[in-house]
């Protein structure tokens, strides 16, 4: 099975990089990426705390939800971030950042 996305959709925007590494994903986070990031998972330890029917049940909740939170706030900046490196998703910030250190993928 090929899970290569590329193999059924066209990027609609300039692509910076077509299979960009971790950590050039992470390092292209940018402050909407961050904020989506703390609004998700601190959502998320908000509704486990609220979760927690009996009084020693709300701490163990509270945690959980937070790393749901963590790893999916996670997941969603990455996917944004790869998406515009990627050229799914708007990139004129990439494009121009990129073509500006010399880089041509």
Known sequence: ??????????????????????????????????????TITGVSVTVGYLSGIKPGLKGPSMVTGGLIGLMGGFMYAYQNSAGRLMGFFPNEGEVAHYQKRGFNN
């Open 1 to 38: 099975m090929n899970t290569d996305i590329t193999a059924s959709a066209k990027p609609e925007y300039p692509v910076v990089d077509r299979n960009p590494p971790f950590t050039k994903v992470v390092g292209n986070f940018n402050t909407l990426d961050y904020l989506r990031f703390v």
